[in-house]
Nanobody, 123 residues
Framework: VQLQASGGGLVQAGGSLRLSCAAS????????MGWFRQVPGKEREFVAV????????YYTDSVKGRFTISRDNAKNTGYLQMNSLKPEDTAVYYC?????????????????WGQGTLVTVSS
């Protein structure tokens, strides 16, 4: 089982980035996929989740209207499009997958995690 997150980098406030999460070693379409983020000294926090069928998504309030989660089950890849980035979005972003039906949002709901990709938003 492997989740490979990529796409992080340095961007100015107001800019955009698109994160990708490539899955391998398991049946990706059978799992909900989520994104979390973490800054040093703080707990890893939920950002967004998309369910198996791609019909449902859920976001933390601070990113609603700015971030869009999506997935391509044929490519075994998930995405997080981040627009209108703010300095407070700076964090290491992790993708994860969950066997929980619906729209899980707790860290403990997720079974497998990627290694993280750093997003830095400058003011």
């Amino acid at each position: 089982v492997q989740l490979q997150a990529s796409g992080g980098g340095l961007v100015q406030a107001g800019g955009s980035l698109r994160l990708s999460c490539a899955a391998s070693g398991f049946t990706f379409r059978n799992y909900a996929m989520g994104w979390f983020r973490q800054v040093p000294g703080k707990e890893r926090e939920f950002v967004a989740v998309i369910n198996r069928s791609i019909r449902g998504t859920y976001y933390t309030d601070s990113v609603k209207g700015r971030f869009t989660i999506s997935r391509d089950n044929a490519k075994n890849t998930g995405y997080l499009q981040m627009n209108s980035l703010k300095p407070e979005d700076t964090a290491v972003y992790y993708c994860a997958v969950s066997t929980t039906v619906g729209l899980p949002a707790r860290r403990t709901d997720f079974n497998f995690w990627g290694q993280g990709t750093l997003v830095t938003v400058s003011s």
